[in-house]
T-cell receptor, first 112, second 116 residues
Framework: KQEVTQIPAALSVPEGENLVLNCSFT??????LQWFRQDPGKGLTSLLL?????REQTSGRLNASLDKSSGRSTLYIAASQPGDSATYLC???????????FGTGTRLQVTL | NAGVTQTPKFQVLKTGQSMTLQCAQD?????MYWYRQDPGMGLRLIYY???????DKGEVPNGYNVSRLNKREFSLRLESAAPSQTSVYFC???????????????FGPGTRLTVL
């Protein structure tokens, strides 16, 4: 059974700092991996999707990398801002089946 | 284009009561999903529908039923609510992706359900 782990569960950084969020998964046979953002009391918004054949994806200040062989992905946030404060979740898709397996998320707070 | 909408936003039930959570999407997506989110547990898939007329169980289907009414709507029913079903429920949808699979999922704002 695929298990997805995100450590740490919570992180607080000062504004302007670059930071890395981690995601690890137990079964390397994945179809793709996604990073989502969830604001308090809201639904999830997809940030980046990396297909299994890709190594990384970039969107603005966000960069997600994927190392299937080691079962790891990282989300790099450059020059963090208070507006980046949210919970970040990763999810893996095993093969072409519809289901995603989610991690429990990292709650990020960017302070002034 | 409203995306994925869910009703109601909040609900309080007593043990044993029934209710239906409604979900609709206007993006012409084939696949729709119901998840529950609990503290420390992440999101867990309850049921999903790969296309109109089909539904399949997810990780935690017990105590729930679903109906894919048409391509737009996917409802989740609790026949006899239990305190263990207190949670935040999210509906999501996704278009067909590469190689027949599905890619990015689009989520609704959630329904916060409390069962007393």
């Amino acid at each position: 059974k695929q298990e997805v782990t995100q450590i740490p569960a919570a992180l607080s950084v000062p504004e302007g700092e670059n930071l890395v969020l981690n995601c690890s998964f137990t079964d390397s046979a994945i179809y793709n991996l996604q990073w989502f953002r969830q604001d308090p009391g809201k639904g999830l918004t997809s940030l980046l999707l990396i297909q299994s054949s890709q190594r990384e994806q970039t969107s603005g200040r966000l960069n997600a990398s994927l190392d299937k062989s080691s079962g790891r992905s990282t989300l790099y946030i450059a020059a963090s801002q208070p507006g980046d404060s949210a919970t970040y979740l990763c999810a893996v898709k095993p093969g072409t089946a519809s289901k995603l397996t989610f991690g429990t998320g990292t709650r990020l707070q960017v302070t002034l | 284009n409203a995306g994925v909408t869910q009703t109601p936003k909040f609900q309080v039930l007593k043990t044993g009561q029934s209710m239906t959570l409604q979900c609709a999407q206007d993006m012409n997506h084939n696949s729709m999903y119901w998840y529950r989110q609990d503290p420390g547990m992440g999101l867990r898939l309850i049921y999903y529908s790969a296309s109109e007329g089909t539904t399949d169980k997810g990780e935690v289907p017990n105590g729930y039923n679903v109906s894919r009414l048409n391509k737009r709507e996917f409802s989740l029913r609790l026949e006899s609510a239990a305190p263990s079903q207190t949670s935040v429920y999210f509906c999501a949808s996704s278009p067909p992706g590469l190689a027949g699979g599905t890619d990015t999922q689009y989520f609704g704002p959630g329904t916060r359900l409390t069962v007393l």
